[in-house]
């Protein structure tokens, strides 16, 4: 939704872009790496673990993304409408794909600390999994307006810019987009203000748990709270207030001045990716230390298990001992008394 005049400095938006895209990209990629690289590392996947990959993944559709979106700015665009359609459907799947996910996460979260005995029967990670396919067959779905609807004809030459009007006359759109995102606010900030409680109230059942006692769970739930409205409310305003004057008689400055609206919130949604970098640290590190709990417990195991066989086996040699010596006490008794018979009738 970039402006639909062609100028030829950088303007405002350009500048914004700028600003905000090159720290994402350069910031962006070596999290994301990082946290798959830490993630490849872990044995034992869990539901957690699952849903931060295909964040990871979704992430990554975005940064993707973002160099051809600077590059196509106030430039003709020279790669094709296919690939430029797809492009922008990245954007959209970034969005919405986050925002999904986020709300798994943050349901998983609260399921597991609410319902720990029915947890193991509602949480597995091939649940997560299909959950996973389920958004990204969603989100790719409903991305299908952005190849029908969004140019007048495929000679257009930008890219992110100049949709047709049939875009903003399809009121549906921006009533799906408001519906997924109302919604789940709701179940995000439910969720979260509920694992914070849960949380809270664990911490003054255990206030000797160092884990607990830091209040660092706490802060990074909230942190990602905050991260998620922050990303993702300007976007859905500024978008239901293009939409709604779009088909509206107002002057062209309003106009230009709200898809700089547009233009800002898209930047600010994109800070998401690094602000994801919360959430992998909780994921990860809630994963790192159960398989570390999880190596000690096997280990303790063993151990238990080694001192049982030695135990089991000295055991086995006392009574072995023990019955030989019987034995040949028996037989040195059994020829002593000979011995005595024998002399006794001498």
Known sequence: MLTEVSMSYCDWVCCMQLLVYVPVLVLGIPLNLAALWKLLSIRHWRESTVYLLNLIINDTLLLLSLPFKIHAYNRNWELGRPFCSLLESLVYVNVYGSILLSVCIAGDRYVALRFPFAARRLRSPLKAALICLLIWTLVFSCSYPVYS????????????????????????????????????????????????????????????????????????????????????????????????????????????????????????????????????????????????????????????????????????????????????????LKNGSFNDSITGKN
């Open 149 to 332: 609807l969004n140019h007048d004809n495929t000679s257009s030459s930008f890219c992110f810019q100049n949709f047709s009007n049939r875009t903003w006359e399809n009121r549906w759109i921006v009533v799906s987009m408001e519906t997924v995102f109302c919604c789940s606010t709701v179940v995000m900030v439910f969720c979260s203000v509920q694992v914070v409680r849960l949380l809270r109230d664990l911490r003054k059942r255990n206030p000797n748990d160092p884990k607990l006692r830091n209040n660092k769970s706490v802060k990074i739930v909230l942190s990602n709270l905050l991260a998620f409205l922050i990303c993702f409310i300007p976007y859905h305003i500024a978008a239901l207030l293009y939409f709604h004057y779009k088909s509206s008689r107002v002057g062209s400055e309003f106009m230009r001045q709200l898809r700089y609206f547009v233009h800002s919130s898209l930047c600010v949604g994109s800070v998401n990716c690094l602000a994801d970098g919360a959430c992998y640290y909780f994921i990860l590190k809630e994963n790192l230390h159960a398989a570390k709990l999880e190596r000690r417990a096997t280990l303790q195991s063993t151990q238990i298990r080694y001192i049982n066989v030695q135990s089991h086996n000295q055991s086995t040699r006392v009574t072995v001992r023990e019955a030989s010596e019987e034995s040949r006490d028996a037989q040195m």
